[in-house]
């Protein structure tokens, strides 16, 4: 096959059961013949992880004796991890072939790839459909395996939906049909990724938040895309910790995570406002309540020490079992298929009302965000004394919005002056979060220790409210003087 490009639009899966037979056995795949072949592929790099870092892969496929290269990069045109750049065609054996017509030496010099070394490999059962639902023509593939690297190997257990003919709507459509007999979930990984995630030595026992890179001509639709996509991956890695193994940090990582999303749902709203928006933060509002008992629970544990009371440790164990049946029901799982079919096809793409607001410029857009949202956290923050405790709240919540929107845009500001601006700033509104965390902490303490059913006199945070009041008061002062950095 001769190479050439064409831009992947595809919607992955992940599947529990690990059982081919078991998703073979869904109602929308009845009578639809399949076809069955087993994959091998190596995967390369150089030693520094070039290819990695700038966004692309390479690997080499061997179907009988058929050998594949194919390579992946972020497309410009992308919405989100839904959308790559790709380029196939045979080669001779095993390796690699980089001649001077391959597309990486676009994105990485000859010296560079002269040193690429096979890295990881993947092996999978893989069973493949051709399905008609809605009009249009789906190419379904369901991989199970593993992917090895390092002396180490990780499960694969996946199903892609490509759209080869017909309306992209469809596509969900039929996805929602699958997810009626099996629990299947937005997959955020894909099998180059877990062998990346194979060669890092540490096991996460959570997954922060990373660092966010907008194009330096980005529009506002096409930062809101990757800042949502960012939000989803660090949700759904969080959720599949804390499903196999229920513990603080992978909660505590999960619950940020949707307060990000939430928080660019609330930044981007004069663009995203269409007849879904509303439904949307209302389902995520659910979910993040669905978890928030659990987390103040967590908090209370930790303070209490090594020999929490009985009355805790129940309370404990129903809030966590609350908590993970919210994320294994289906409500949870569509939220997210429709999260994604809205930020790829919701009328806010497709008849914005105002496409001049969509086009935007990103940096543009963000310089009017982070300066509103500086100009009420300072009116809001004036004489934090004299707030009551609900409106001290409220002037949290803003700095905590704040903080997280300086963090979507700040790969849009690089320039010296820029980023050192930006680290005093963080450093600062940062600070002030803290202070107010703990004013939030003591406020909402005799409410919690209540209903667990202990003595209000029994439990009190560390600390003292006029103590951390004087704190917050320098922090908001400090804050105030630092300069913006956009």
């Not at 991890?81 to 196939?88: C, H, K, L, N, T």
């Not at 080669?91 to 990486?104: H, I």
């Not at 090895?148 to 990780?154: E, I, N, Q, V």
Request: proline share 3%; glycine share 6%; hydrophobic share 45%.
């Amino acid at each position: 096959m001769s190479a050439g490009e064409d831009v992947e639009v595809e919607l992955k899966l992940d599947l529990p059961t690990g059982n081919l037979n078991d998703f073979a056995a869904s109602r929308a795949l009845s009578g639809i013949a399949a076809q069955d072949r087993g994959l091998f592929a190596t995967y390369f790099d150089t030693p520094g992880q070039d290819l990695r870092a700038a966004g692309a892969s390479l690997r080499v496929r061997r179907t009988g004796e058929q050998y594949v290269q194919t390579i992946k990069a972020n497309a410009s045109s992308a919405v989100g991890m839904f959308a790559r750049s790709e380029w196939e065609h045979d080669v001779a054996g095993p390796a690699p072939e980089l001649d001077a017509a391959s597309p990486l030496h676009a994105l990485i010099s000859g010296d560079v790839l002269a040193h690429i070394i096979p890295v990881f490999t993947v092996a999978v059962a893989r069973r493949q459909w051709n399905v008609e639902h809605g009009g249009a023509i789906i190419e379904i593939v369901a991989d199970v395996g593993a992917v090895s690297a390092a002396g180490r190997s990780t499960a694969v257990s996946e199903v892609e939906l490509e759209l080869k003919r017909g309306r992209p709507a469809a596509l969900f459509g039929l996805a929602r049909d699958l997810g009626r007999d099996l629990p299947l979930r937005v997959g955020v990984l894909t099998k180059g990724q877990r062998g990346y995630r194979l060669l890092e030595t540490v096991s996460a026992a959570s997954v922060k938040a990373e660092r966010l890179t907008l194009r330096s001509d980005a529009t506002a639709a096409e930062a809101f895309a990757s800042i949502a996509d960012a939000c989803l991956r660090q949700f759904r890695l969080n959720e599949d910790i804390l499903r196999r193994d229920p513990q603080a940090a992978a909660l505590h990582q999960a619950r940020v995570a949707l307060r990000r999303l939430r928080s660019a749902l609330s930044l981007f709203k004069p663009i995203l406002a269409d007849a879904k928006f509303e439904h949307l933060a209302g389902e995520l509002r659910w979910l993040a309540g669905s978890l928030g008992e659990a987390r103040d629970l967590d908090v209370l544990v930790a303070r209490v020490g090594d020999e929490p009371d009985e009355a805790i440790v129940a309370a404990h164990r129903i809030a966590y079992s609350e908590a993970l049946a919210a994320l294994d029901s289906q409500r949870a799982r569509d939220l997210f298929l429709d999260l994604v079919e809205w930020a790829i096809l919701g009328e806010w793409r497709t008849q914005p009302v105002k496409p001049e607001t969509v086009n935007e410029r990103a940096d543009l857009f963000a310089a009017q965000v982070l300066g509103r949202l500086r100009r009420r956290l300072k009116r809001r923050g004036r004489d934090l004394t004299r707030l009551d405790d609900a409106e001290r709240h409220r002037v949290r919540i803003l700095g905590k919005k704040l903080r997280y929107a300086a963090g979507f845009f700040e790969s849009l500001y690089a320039g010296k002056e820029a980023r050192q601006r930006f680290r005093a700033f963080l450093k600062r509104v940062e600070a002030l979060q803290d202070h107010l965390g703990e004013l939030n902490d003591v406020a909402t303490a005799p409410a919690l220790v209540a209903r667990v059913g202990l003595k209000v006199n029994d439990f009190s945070p560390p600390g003292h409210r006029g103590s951390f009041l004087a704190k917050a008061e320098r922090a908001y002062r400090k804050w105030v003087d630092a300069k913006p950095f956009w």
